[in-house]
């Protein structure tokens, strides 16, 4: 089908590591991306791999992509409460359009 | 760098009625621009991608009639809803494509609510 999947809602403690997980669709995405929107706001990039890479690490964030089971997932490290927001991953076809995900709510609790 | 604006960033309109919301990108040029629409707790969905100076595409179940596109410069896109319901509410982000991946970076968007 269509649909870029991922978790609803995470829930973490401040200072722990967060894991956002997402399954897509298309073996022939070329990039898979991960963007962060704040409440009201547009949305932010803040890492993307190409489809060849296995794994891809910006300093909190670690991406890492298993291309047989069409899996991401991002990890974020220390998470602070300034990383609740809502994470959406997204996928690259053979154009420039980008799918989706359904977006999971990371809230993060003192 | 890759900053792209959009006006207004909250607009209020009554039944009937036709809105235009402006999609700039500031710093760089923009060959390609994307317009989603996203409905709360949802995701993004794509409804058409521009390009300068020539028609936009739009995706399926998109109605080219009510939402008109225009990308007259490299750094300017506009989205007219026009005629438009309360089913149109919404909030509409726009992006813009730049560098050699074609990267795409948002906007903040747009919060049309029709009354």
């Known amino acids: 089908g269509e649909d870029v999947e991922q978790s609803l809602f995470l829930s973490v403690r401040e200072g722990d590591s967060s894991v956002i997980n997402c399954t897509y669709t298309d073996s022939s995405s070329t990039y898979l991306y991960w963007y962060k929107q704040e409440p009201g706001a547009g949305l932010q990039l803040l890492t993307y791999i190409f489809s060849n890479m296995d794994m891809k690490q910006d300093q909190r964030l670690t991406v890492l992509l298993n291309k047989k089971d069409k899996h991401l997932s991002l990890r974020i490290a220390d998470t602070q409460t300034g990383d609740s927001a809502i994470y959406f991953c997204a996928e690259r076809r053979n154009t420039d359009k980008l799918i989706f995900g359904t977006g999971t709510r990371l809230q993060v609790f003192p | 760098g890759a900053v792209v604006s959009q006006h207004p960033s909250r607009v209020i309109c009554k039944s009937g009625t036709s809105v235009k919301i402006e999609c700039r990108s500031l710093?760089?040029?923009?060959?390609?621009m994307f317009w989603y629409r996203q409905f709360p707790k949802q995701s993004l969905m794509l409804m058409a991608t521009s390009n300068e100076g020539s028609k936009a595409t739009y995706e399926q179940g998109v109605e080219k009639d009510k939402f008109l596109i225009n990308h007259a410069s490299l750094t300017l896109s506009t989205l007219t809803v026009t005629s438009a319901h309360p089913e149109d509410s919404s909030f509409y982000i726009c992006?813009?494509?730049?560098?050699?991946?074609?990267?795409?970076?948002f906007g903040p968007g747009t919060r049309l609510t029709v009354t």
């Open positions: 710093d760089f040029q923009a060959t390609t």
């Open positions: 992006s813009a494509g730049t560098g050699f991946r074609n990267e795409q970076y």
